[in-house]
């Protein structure tokens, strides 16, 4: 999201030229890699991880299923393993306020938080989603942004992301703190090349699990479970941190390996 470029260079201009810039981000698109080398000279790069890599603390799975059928097996898992708190990913604010409504309708209580929810709404929509009193809390990328839950044991794509580091983004708000926590992903036919994309950026094949009842009767596209992509197993733990542009320090401050990756443009919000 380039959205506040143009203030970020309406205050740069008025900036003395000597000066000691500072970025931070949990994300660090191709994008913004190119803002930063325009607007800072010969940065040095401090990862915490490398790009879009995951974590042991977060098992990922697929389920296949139908794109109708979606919310019906939603509901099935929330209500089969006993979901006490899940944040559940949409890839519209229509589609979030579509679901919420559902699920509520099926007697789980949920809310949606999305750009078109004023900042009072989202406020008491976390609040109430941290304390328990509303169980399945239901978000668009952008609205989850900087949200902090503790403890939280369950992540939903209910739509998989039009970005692929968005995946990344999304299932690290499991499993933090060395904690355990699960990703699931309601995968449907035409979300194939979105799951292959995936699959290549972290390096690896996500566990399919199909669910009896909710068998899909048009079967991804995806090579699965094929040989492993780089490290982890399939069906492994996610959650890690993306790095940021320039010359690049990991871990060890005298190592700099290079960047890489693409961005596709985020649209629907």
Known sequence: DMGFIHDIKKILAVLPKRRQNLMFSATFSEEIRELARGLVNDPIEISVSPRNTT?????QL???????????????????????????FTRTKHGANRLAQKLEKSGIGAIAIHGNKSQNARTRALA?????????????DIAARGLDINDLPHVVNFDLPNVPEDYVHRIGRTGRAGKEGQALSLVCAEESRMLRDIEKLIRKSVERR???GFEPLEELNVAHPGPKMGGGRPGGRPGGRPGGGGRRRSGNRNSRPQGGGNRQRRNNY
Do not use: M
């Open 55 to 59: 974590v042991d603390t977060v098992s």
């Open 62 to 88: 697929v389920y296949p299923v139908d794109k109708g059928r979606k919310t019906d097996l939603l509901t099935h898992l929330i209500v089969e393993e006993q979901w006490y708190q899940a944040l559940v």
């Open 128 to 140: 109430d989603f941290k304390a328990g009193k509303t169980q399945i809390l239901v978000a668009t």
């Open 210 to 212: 199909t669910v009896s």
